[in-house]
């Protein structure tokens, strides 16, 4: 049975890492057979280090394992395979929190494709330190809580905020062109759990006014990047890149524009590719199973 | 292990097709484990229409089935689940023919790839309906048959090339811009093992002179497709395609060459994909385990 | 002085196309130039046929001809050369209706542009056969009109709608995913100025449900057209195309939802350029002054 | 008249910048046509510093300036407008020299696309500090120079170089690979006259290893750059650049082999460019009048 004719029931979703050694898939695709479960897509990659990952969709229709009993019962395994692992349920959305500044294009993007139905997620709040945007989310319904930073309250806000996110409960953190540099505590929060947009291919223009600077250079192709938050400043593993080219005719301003739609289409496929667990982290390089 | 460190031994390649059920990736990862075969990569698939594919890769090295006992220990299972099957062994590369008419671009390219390792197969022959190319054949070492064809000739020229294909034990046919439409007694010999480009992005411009055609409909794509053949002229299984951005100021002779650019990569790519068994057949789609 | 730094004043543009000779470029700069003005930028093309095309763009302070001057101290020069011509000025933009059914995506993305200042243009109205996208033109202040069309009322709505554009002096009617086949009568009302999306790259798919063809026909290459519409259906002269490549994977919704990003942005380069008087049409054939 | 269409005859091409004012493309167009020149295709850029570029294509038939009259007739018109000019005749081709050391796919690939006439130049000589690839260029008649270089001898074999670029009056330096950083004596002999393809998209991965780089980095797009060399390594105008998409699936080995068909696209497109007189060099940026 195919992934996409289950739309009334959901999915479990199981990922996986763990060095690499013989019958892995077999233990786990037996495990998963021998309760009843229906594998609807696998996915698996090895290192060149030598680390095993896997990614498996199961139908919930029919598994054995109710939600409560799947740790206790694949633990053993996982243990003796030394796996970190996780699981997911379709029908218990991620809580996705965006963060955003002044820019609005991202913001926009992402709640259109969320109504759409592109992202599976709930959307309990967007976090701004400027009020020019509330409109933009309320209009979906959904709060919008204008959190200005200051030098001298920096530390507090940060904190405020991560309370906010912890009432309501998120799991993924969208940096939606938040002009903020978010401190290491803030950082340690949410491990491989907040997605950034820079605007610039990475490694090249790491930090501020990257269109200036490509516009100076003189270069031929604009790009933006998704990546994980790390401690170290556009440094954290990348997730997705995309360029346009364009020519001496362009200005700042024209790059700026471009960009925008690069920008947009980069973040939304990493936070599509978050929500429905396509990615695991490998050191600083990410496994994307697309 | 990764594929990419065995390089001095060889990998067993496992393709199946069947109809889907529960517990197929177990049955058959478990029948690899219990042969003590390393599963390098997996890649797996259900189509809409409940069809199961899978690819597997594993290392030769320590795999307890030697090749001549695969198929008896395999056959059991793969008769119960209904499955269609292949295997096969990268150190017996294919061989492969290569057929040209004048063009001699995708010809180059698929030479200068070969000769670079980007091309696992043996080519035992370069077979033209023209002279013009033999050297370009020859500085390789690889012999060049000159067949020409006239409408006289055609039905018993393609019966001494059938011939030839046969007596080199040629597996795949690669048509590099070959200019004469095949007869079904030919594409019957080689079911989905003769690949075509098309200059076109199909299923526009079906037939010929595809580049005047699209500069008369003022496209501004235009792009290249390589696909299986069947009897159906440019109707069979699409593998591949690419496009290039054009403009008004391109002439038909400026498509014809950036066309050359894309004809000759779309072709190398599917090519490449079919020497690694990366390929499946589902009705008239490719299934392609990048 | 290039044309960015313009901002505060107003830009003259002229488009010309007439048989090619000798001397148009030196005749056409030196009007401009007896008259004061300063080009910020030309462009010129010949087509194979022999047929000239130009545009400059005028900076407007310091222009020795008022804008009711020009035409008739251009005319004998244009009339001696048998041009075709049209004059703008930047300062006036184009009256612009969007018309769309139920898909909202190019809508939606048409706006946000308007409002980020990427399309000069005013937007008087929005025409819908349905009701459903009311909110979102509303809430850009642009009036929408829900006209809704059956068999029975077909001929009598479409036109009410062309009493509509004429009375807000719509010069620019984009089709926005508008279901609806426009007549001889409309379509002659609006030569060259009715810009369409059509879901599939031209001349593939023409016609319906070109996401479900392009499925069953395994192409690896998606695609999006906007073109001028003429009387034949998908058959207008092409003004912008772009594609995503897409795999075995991809079910139709995922077409479709692949589809929307293509769809709006190549809508959106069309409708940008066309308002920046960047387009010419040349038979069947577009040429675009990118 | 177009350009396609002379192919009998030759074409002039004469290339101007000067600081931007008014009556720029009159003056010069006025000169072309008082000397009853046909202008087969007119480009013109002024840059965001007001800096004027300009290329003009004359048909050479009918043209009343002898070619050795042009600079008297222009030089008091650039000399009032402070132009840098130049002017070139298609029917003599530029004398090109192709500099490589072991990896073979960029000089391949130029001399396919030379032999196939995409390149319009003459090729004295390919001169390598590696015997590897003589066979390569003398296939096609050219003369391979070996000339090793060593701590000891860099500089006198880059005099002996030069020397023998000056005797066979090359006008275009091609580094197709070449693994050896020029002295600024080089350099200096040839400004904006060498063409080095870069296997990253600068200016992210200047150096050595750029693909070792980009796989550590876990980049999710690798690219090449074409751009004319300066005294500071990587660092000179860029040309043109283009990208791929990678995964993590791809080893280092793989984005060199993906890398190889990005350089010489890439390299091919830059030479071209060069070679028809379409590039203006402006500071450390480059107009490319496409």
Redesign the interface.
């Known amino acids: ?5 289950t739309t009334s029931g959901y999915n479990v979703r199981l990922l996986v890492s763990c060095p ?1 050694k ?6 786990i ?2 495990f ?2 021998m309760h ?13 280090a ?1 680390r095993f990952f896997m990614r498996l969709e199961i139908e919930g229709e029919g598994f054995g394992l109710e939600r409560e009993e799947f740790a206790g019962a694949f633990a053993p395994l996982a243990r003796r395979q030394g796996m970190r692992w996780r699981v997911s349920h379709t029908d218990a959305p991620r809580k996705m929190a965006i963060l955003v500044s002044r820019y ?2 991202c913001l ?1 993007d992402l709640l ?1 494709r969320w109504d ?1 139905g ?1 992202l599976a997620a709930e959307i309990p709040l967007v976090v701004s330190n400027h009020p020019d945007l509330a409109l933009r989310a309320e ?1 979906y319904g959904i709060p919008y809580h204008h959190m200005p930073v200051t030098k001298a309250n920096k530390a507090e806000q940060e904190a405020a905020v991560l309370e906010l996110l912890a009432e309501h409960e998120v799991d993924l953190v969208v940096l939606a062109r938040y002009m903020q540099v978010l401190t290491p505590a803030f950082v340690g929060a949410y491990p491989d759990r907040i997605v950034n947009i820079h605007h610039s ?5 790491v930090g501020a006014d990257p269109y200036q600077r490509a516009h ?6 604009i ?1 933006a ?1 998704a990546h994980y938050v790390t401690e170290d400043l556009d440094a954290g ?7 346009s ?1 364009v ?3 362009d ?1 700042v ?1 024209d790059l700026v ?1 471009l960009g ?2 690069i920008e947009r ?1 980069v973040l939304a496929r990493a936070v599509r590719w978050h929500l429905e667990d396509r990615i695991l982290v ?1 050191g ?5 199973f ?1």
Chains 1, 2, 3, 4 share one sequence.
């Open positions: 049975m195919t992934a996409h004719e690499d013989k019958g892995l898939i077999a233990a695709s037996s998963i057979a009843d479960g229906n594998i609807l897509s696998a996915d698996q990659y090895v290192s060149d030598g609005d294009h926009i259109w759409a592109e209009v291919f990475l490694p090249a223009f100076e250079r003189g270069v031929k192709v790009g990047t593993p990348i997730i997705h890149q995309d360029v080219h020519t001496h005719r200005t301003e524009r925008r739609d289409r490998d600083n390089r990410t496994v994307v697309e």
